[in-house]
């Protein structure tokens, strides 16, 4: 139970009277760090408005492209247009795919490059990319680089979840976004794990 994990993010989250009684009952999330982030980029793209047992699928077929092993940004890019097509992705997201690994190769930007970035020079870096953007990086900052103070203020089902449980009017799109960051400005330097509560709590409901 999250009331007995006394970590830092836990009792800093634990001072707003409405995320409580998400900690206390939703298990407690710990972030990971993955490595290929170009890669992970990728497959963010593909999943977009996709199910996510259906972006599983399509990521299993592009990975046994490459006989099941990850492939480099040299080999996404040298993948026939046509065979990308063929595992389900759409034009448009086979030209964003190979956009990205063309744009890391040519930028020379490995894990190593990005682990010596902030979040907003990862977003400013990636965000010129067509086809990635902001909320992609993201997921990307919380996913794979294990950013703890990440803030997915445009994602719908942090939307939902904060609409529902601080009792927020959501008619009005630019006023509910003004007041969602409001309230995430107390969770800093941990918003990466509200928004994971916020999640699993949209899940529950």
């Known amino acids: ?17 409405k995320l409580l009684p998400l900690l206390q009952t939703l298990e407690p999330y710990q972030l990971k760090k993955r490595k290929n982030i170009c890669l992970r980029l990728c497959a963010s793209i593909m999943s977009q408005q996709l199910s ?7 990521f299993k077929r592009f990975l046994e492209l490459y006989d099941g092993n990850e492939p480099t940004p040299q080999q996404i890019v ?21 956009n990205v690994a063309r744009y890391m190769i040519e930028h020379k930007a490995d894990d190593k490059k990005f682990g010596k970035m ?4 990862v977003v400013a870096f990636l965000t010129p990319i067509k086809g990635v953007g902001r909320w992609t990086v993201e997921m990307l900052l919380m996913f794979t680089l294990g950013r703890e103070d990440v803030f997915a203020v445009d ?14 009017d959501a008619s009005d799109k630019k006023s ?4 969602m960051l409001k309230i995430s400005f107390k969770w ?14 949209k899940d529950t409901k």
């Open 176 to 179: 509910l976004r003004e007041k």
């Open 78 to 98: 040298d993948t026939p247009f046509d065979k990308l097509r063929g595992i389900g992705l759409s034009n448009a997201k086979v030209n964003y795919v190979q």
């Open 118 to 121: 902030s979040d907003e020079e």
């Open 52 to 58: 996510t047992r259906v972006a599983e699928v399509i």
């Open 1 to 17: 139970m999250a009331t007995k994990n006394n970590s830092a993010h836990i009792l800093h989250l634990s001072e707003d009277k």
């Open 188 to 201: 800093a330097p941990y918003r990466t794990y509200a928004c994971f509560y916020l999640w699993k709590y």
């Open 155 to 168: 994602d719908l089902g942090i939307q939902q979840s904060m609409t529902k449980l601080y009792k927020l």
